[in-house]
């Protein structure tokens, strides 16, 4: 085989992604498109807001703007922007040598990891996680640790710190979780805090924090609480593509504290990840993200979505979590084998990813970036599939 031995499990894993949309596209062209029930994909289609338009037109008309390479971290004047709007939202001084604009949340976890972990080292992530990590632990030949959450899907504390050893460089949170649609409390990010300062002092070395927060906005009640104020040593990673619905442009960040431990010298290193990664960040989306700093998509969308598959759900006997953030449901299956279930709910055209890919055999997760009528059309098959098992 000509590519590489690790890549063959990788491509393999990745066919089976690539099935499950064929499978969708299949099914809509034998059925029609408006009979089947695909909540398969976290793409958000919530339309971006105006304002992302207007910037962009303004940018576009400008014969003086420049298309080269920008400076590998991002445009300076980009840089301030963000750290600037950063800054306040999380209540720290932050400043523009601390921000690194990248290609999506992707592109920053990737700088961010491979700035903090040798090969062979752990990273370990509250369960069920986000399938990507084990992609961008791969990519840096890390080792993907997981402990497990409590039953609303809220850290459990004690089961991370018991899962901590001698090689974890990092832990790697994301609030609003996807598949779970958890948002971690200000006590719970303190908890956790505290822990990761006990577990550096017993082990000798600076654990890093890395949270993941490109779901930030798309919460239902008050805000998302924020790890610098929990924890120094923290990196925050997000993107645009949920907030502003620009996934396939590819543009984010990371923030590292200020007071982080050398957190310079880690700057530096995701610069250079990022700069061998992608060069820069696309340079136009860099520009017209800096002045749309705090503006989102419609969340209202979202919620009423929300809202009305939970009704759905509940009222078909399904068991699940409600949830706080992001716009993913992610109930329990009604029979253990979770990828047996998908296939009775495919009977019914209804499309789902099994939790077994987010470490969570036993459940299913939704993905509700669909329109409302995809939700409501789907209620009469969940009941259906329901009762047959
Ligand atoms: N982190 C989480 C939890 C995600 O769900 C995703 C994308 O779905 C990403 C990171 C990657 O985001 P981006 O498209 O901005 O690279």
Do not use: W
């Not at 809509?28 to 029930?37: D, K, L, S, T």
């Not at 369960?127 to 632990?137: E, L, N, T």
């Not at 949270?211 to 919460?219: A, G, L, Q, T, V």
């Not at 061998?276 to 340079?283: F, G, H, Q, T």
């Amino acid at each position: 085989m000509p590519i590489a031995d690790r890549m063959i499990k990788m491509v393999a894993g990745m066919e089976m992604v690539k099935k499950m949309f064929e499978e969708g596209a299949r099914l809509r062209a034998e059925h029609g498109p408006e009979n089947v029930f695909d909540f398969s994909l976290g793409n958000p289609d919530v339309p971006p807001p105006p304002e992302f338009h207007r910037v962009l037109r303004e940018l576009v008309n400008r014969d003086d703007l420049g298309h080269g390479y920008t400076p590998n971290p991002g445009h300076p004047q980009v840089r301030a922007a963000v750290a600037e709007y950063l800054g306040s939202e999380h209540g720290v001084e932050l400043t523009a040598d601390l921000i690194v604009m990248t290609a999506g949340a992707a592109g920053a976890l990737n700088s961010a990891i491979g700035a903090l972990v040798n090969p062979g080292e752990e990273i370990l992530v509250p369960s069920p996680y986000f399938i990507g990590y084990d992609h961008y632990a791969f990519i840096a030949g890390a080792v993907l640790k997981t402990a497990p959450t409590d039953n609303r899907f809220h850290l459990d504390i004690a089961a991370l710190e018991a899962a901590i050893t001698r090689g974890t460089r990092v832990v790697l949170i994301n609030s609003p979780n996807n598949p779970t649609g958890a948002v971690y409390s200000a006590e719970e990010l303190t908890g956790l805090g505290a822990m990761l300062e006990r577990a550096s002092q017993k082990f000798g070395r600076r654990i890093y924090l890395i949270s993941d927060e490109p779901y930030r906005k798309i919460i239902y009640d008050g805000t998302v609480p924020s790890v610098f104020q929990a924890y120094p040593h923290s990196i925050v990673v997000s993107s645009y593509s949920k907030e502003l619905s620009l996934a396939g442009e590819r543009i984010g960040y990371l923030a590292v504290h200020p007071d982080a431990e050398d957190a310079a010298l880690v700057t530096g290193a995701a610069i250079v990840i990022n700069t061998m990664i992608c060069v820069n960040a696309p340079s136009m989306l860099q520009l017209a993200v800096a002045r749309l700093q705090g503006v989102t998509v419609d969340v209202s969308i979202y919620k009423r979505r929300r809202d009305m598959f939970c009704r759905g759900l509940a009222e078909a006997g399904y068991e699940f979590t409600v949830p706080e953030g992001a716009f993913y449901l992610f109930p329990k299956s009604p029979m253990p084998d979770d990828v047996q279930f998908l296939n009775i709910l495919k009977e019914e055209l209804i499309l789902a990813v099994p939790g077994v890919g987010f470490g969570a055999p036993g459940y299913f997760r939704l993905s509700y970036a669909v329109p409302e009528a995809v939700i409501s059309g789907s209620f009469k098959g969940f009941k259906r599939a329901l009762e047959s098992v």
